[in-house]
């Protein structure tokens, strides 16, 4: 599965990401994330883009084109990654549709998270204060005169991304405000409406009981509903096989054109029992007869 989510900062599509990837096994791409990567560890990269990141504006197309380009080359993405933060540019959309298409890939959605401006800068205040009070350092680009430029940013350069994918018909628009997992289920909604696929993380829909179902819980020493369905089948179909046993024919097959009933079962079965006695007198008689005539005879 290949999707991407869409959002202005602040809007939860790392938060979202994070969670799809523990339900889907796919691969979180963060280009955010990446290009602080790049910055911390000082390549060539991250000497480009360290500058700008902290400003708040973009970094240039080529270069976080090529990092997507190498990402996805990579096995691990292979199963399918979410984009989160890329791409931000109608440039970004196209180098995009040109690397699937070398690889014969789709996407299977575009997902955008519709969040009220009014409530991203509290939510980056938030974050902030959380990272904070976890010890960890907090983003240069986090803070009002920062954000104010990543918002201005995204009404330009990024908002335009929301037509793009709408006229190619594979835009789907969430609600953002809603809680964290109001908004998860909304995307997992979306994701099988698309995919056919349900969350791997959850629960299967529960199969019919079934003779494997039942194995499974015999060797691991559970009497499961399935092992009981099992075992209860079992055992009608050894009463129904003694019955059908005695009544001198085989199980489930058919009297008359018509299956025996337990009353047509018990018919056949005295019918067939008093023509047995009958044949037994006849033939202890004859045999009697027969013993008379041959010593008489001596
Ligand atoms: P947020 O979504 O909260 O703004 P990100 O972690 O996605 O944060 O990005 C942080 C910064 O990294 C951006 O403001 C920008 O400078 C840079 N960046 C990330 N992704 C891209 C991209 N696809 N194109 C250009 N710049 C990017």
């Not at 955010?32 to 883009?49: C, H, I, N, Q, S």
């Amino acid at each position: 599965m290949r999707l991407i989510l869409l959002g202005p900062p602040g809007a939860g599509k790392g938060t979202q990401a994070q969670r799809l990837v523990a339900r889907y096994g796919l691969v979180q791409l963060s280009t955010g994330d990446m290009l602080r990567a790049a910055v911390a560890a000082g390549t060539p990269v991250g000497l480009k883009a360290k500058d700008l990141m902290a400003q708040g504006a973009l970094v240039p197309d080529e270069v976080v084109c090529a990092i997507i380009a190498d990402r996805i080359a990579e096995p691990d993405a292979h199963n399918g990654f979410i984009l989160d933060g890329f791409p931000r540019t109608v440039g970004q959309a196209e180098a995009l549709d040109a690397m699937l298409k070398d690889r014969k890939l789709g996407l299977d959605a575009v997902i955008a998270l519709k969040v009220d401006e009014d409530a991203l800068l509290a939510r980056v205040e938030k974050r902030v204060a959380e990272m904070a009070a976890r010890g960890e350092a907090v983003r240069a680009d986090d803070n009002a005169e920062a954000l104010k430029k990543r918002l201005d940013a995204y009404r330009a350069q990024t908002a335009p991304l929301i037509d793009y994918y709408g006229g190619k018909g594979t835009l789907s628009v969430i609600d953002g405000m809603a809680a964290i997992d109001a908004v998860e289920r909304a995307i997992l909604a979306i994701l099988k409406g698309k995919t056919g696929k349900p969350a791997s993380g959850k629960a299967k829909p529960a199969s019919k009981p079934g003779k494997k179902a039942a194995k499974v819980a015999k060797r691991a020493g559970k009497r499961t509903k399935a092992a009981k369905k099992v075992k209860k089948t079992k055992k009608s179909t050894v009463a129904k096989a003694a019955k059908a046993k005695s009544a001198g024919r085989a199980i489930g097959t058919r009297k008359g054109g018509r299956k025996a009933d337990s009353k047509g079962t018990r018919k056949a079965v005295s019918a067939r029992r008093s023509v047995a006695k009958k044949r037994a007198g006849t033939a202890r008689r004859t045999a009697k007869k027969t013993a008379k005539r041959k010593s008489g005879r001596r």
